[in-house]
């Protein structure tokens, strides 16, 4: 009898043990993700602040240097729905990896680049190692943790790093741009990507996908990467082209095309790349509508912002990163504590439309800004509300967006999430820029002094914005339904855990990984 008692003891321990290294190597999975998407969002606004400093050593001419920043997206926005779909066939974790590494490669290409044509091949590369990289991150964060508690926290701390990675990227930006010099930004990459390559490795669990024989479309995938890419460039070249000329309306035109035949395809197709059932979901489809309408009002916030603490207020690089630096902390405060908390207890929609609400009035505050204004006074009181609705928001579209989303197409869903949240970015960028630019001209030519002149063209952009996000709210409202109460689910798979049968759902579509 003493064998067995001294052993079970032992066995108990085995099993906390184990019970005990699941979540421990689950938040390690989801550091290693998150570190991944940092990089890849950092770099889609930390070259911002340094484009002067660019400008001065490489050449750059004034038309051409905005194409350090475009050429970033246009791979980047039309490769996400793509590489989402390679995720679910081949394994998210092969196609993070070697996103990760492509990017990383790419990074330390741009830092020792000594021409713009060097700069802009490898900025092209660094987009496709961050589409590869990014676009399975959500659907691995959703796979990572089917209960809904844990998972509303594991997507709080995914949508900070989404949410908040811009305003990091220009504060990181400035101060690696002042200290020493704008190779930084992209040389520091290099060390966080090799590490990031190696942890990957030991922590994600290997997934073999369904096979590239389920699913691989190759003209769907033509088809959709030709339109998005196409859509993008359209998009981002209206500054130097107006949106009326030949060169926007012949390649928007070509991009929609395209867009319709692909649709078409993948109503037709045996495997679709992308499957029309996601969208069956209301919830589904509005969080896409609302993410485009929302990023495309609150993406252009950085950049504007920049400006008028840059030209207006005469602000350095610094000062600036600091300036913007509240959003990322009110962020940060509500995406990882407050907003997860809110989401499993009222659900996603309750949390995410205030948000939307606070996200419009900070936009609206901007858009009192004056010429002769102060940051105390007139920009950060708008900083607050912006990063509070934001940290909410996010969180709550997350969640609904992958929320009709079956464990195969995962991948897919979350690539469509990221691409809409490009195709707002790019667009609310490309149309408020030339809003604010067009309107200064004009009070320019007027006689207009150049901080008035500047200033009422921020403030009619930053109305816009507001205007947009008005929209995402009025949206939400009309679409999106509330949901069953998070407590009645979990009491439901309470009761089904202790019959002794797994078979709930934490959210619609997904099924619970196994007996917990």
């Known amino acids: 009898m003493a064998p067995v008692t001294s052993r079970a003891p032992l066995e108990v321990v085995a099993v906390r043990r184990t019970e005990a290294s699941v979540?421990?190597?689950?938040w390690r999975a989801l550091a290693v993700l998150c570190a991944g998407q940092l990089m890849v969002i950092l770099d889609g606004t930390v070259?911002?602040?340094?484009?002067?400093?660019?400008q001065r050593d490489l050449g750059f001419s004034p038309s051409d240097l905005a194409w350090v920043v475009n050429i970033y997206l246009v791979p980047f926005g039309g490769l996400l729905l793509l590489s989402g779909r390679l995720g679910d066939l081949v394994g998210r974790k092969r196609v993070f990896v070697a996103g990760l590494a492509l990017f990383t490669a790419a990074s330390l290409l741009c830092g020792v680049s000594q021409d713009p044509?060097?700069?802009l091949v490898s900025r092209f590369v660094q987009g496709i190692g961050g589409a590869v990289t990014s676009a399975g991150t959500l659907g691995m964060v959703v796979t990572l943790f089917p209960e809904a508690k844990e998972r509303a926290r594991a997507i709080g701390v995914y949508s900070f790093v989404q949410s908040a990675g811009g305003s990091l990227g220009l504060l990181a930006g400035g101060v690696l741009t002042q200290a020493l010099g704008w190779h930084w930004i992209f040389f520091i990459n290099v060390p966080i990507g090799i590490a990031a390559v190696l942890a990957a490795g030991r922590v994600l669990a290997p997934e073999r996908g369904t096979g590239l024989g389920r699913g691989a479309d190759g003209a769907g995938a033509?088809?959709?990467?030709?339109?998005?890419?196409?859509?993008?460039y359209a998009i981002v070249g209206t500054a130097g082209h107006g949106w009326a000329s030949a060169h926007t309306l012949g390649f928007g035109?070509?991009?929609?095309?395209?867009?319709?035949?692909?649709?078409?395809?993948?109503a037709r197709a045996a495997d679709p790349l992308l499957p029309l059932r996601v969208f069956r979901s209301r919830a589904v489809s509005g969080a896409m509508g609302i993410q485009a309408l929302m990023v495309a009002g609150m993406f252009s916030f950085q950049f504007l912002c920049v400006l008028y603490l840059q030209k207006v207020l005469g602000f350095?690089?610094?000062?600036?990163?600091?300036?913007?630096?509240?959003?990322?902390v009110s962020i940060g405060a509500l995406s990882l504590g407050l907003a997860p908390a809110m989401i499993a207890r009222f659900g996603p929609r309750t949390v995410l439309l205030p948000g939307l609400a606070l996200i419009a009035a900070g936009l609206a505050v901007l858009g009192r800004v004056p010429a002769d204004g102060s940051y105390a006074a007139d920009v950060l009181p708008a900083l607050l509300p912006l990063g509070i609705g934001f940290g909410l928001a996010m969180p709550s579209l997350a969640t609904l967006a992958m929320s009709g989303a079956t464990p195969e197409d995962s991948g897919i869903a979350s690539g469509m999430f990221n691409t809409m949240q490009q195709i707002g970015s790019a667009f609310g960028?490309?149309?408020?820029?030339?809003?604010?630019?067009?309107?200064?001209?004009?009070?320019?030519?007027?006689?207009?002094?150049?901080?008035?002149?500047?200033?009422s063209g921020y403030r009619l952009a930053f109305q816009a914005g507001a205007g947009l996000v008005a929209l995402a709210l009025v949206l939400g409202v009309a679409v999106l339904r509330n949901s069953a109460a998070p407590r009645a689910a979990e009491e439901r798979g309470a009761s089904t855990e202790a019959g002794g049968e797994d078979v709930t759902a934490d959210s619609p579509g997904v099924r619970s990984a196994g007996p917990r």
Do not use: Y
Request: glycine share 6%; no cysteine; hydrophobic share 60%.
């Open 117 to 119: 044509a060097t700069l």
């Open 316 to 328: 350095d690089e610094i000062r600036t990163g600091l300036g913007i630096f509240p959003v990322s």
């Open 253 to 266: 035109a070509a991009a929609l095309a395209l867009l319709v035949a692909f649709v078409v395809r993948q």
């Open 222 to 232: 033509l088809l959709v990467t030709s339109a998005l890419m196409l859509g993008v």
């Open 23 to 26: 979540p421990v190597s689950r």
């Open 47 to 54: 070259v911002n602040v340094a484009l002067p400093a660019v």
């Open 429 to 455: 960028l490309a149309v408020l820029s030339t809003l604010a630019a067009s309107h200064t001209d004009t009070l320019l030519g007027e006689g207009a002094s150049t901080a008035r002149a500047l200033t």
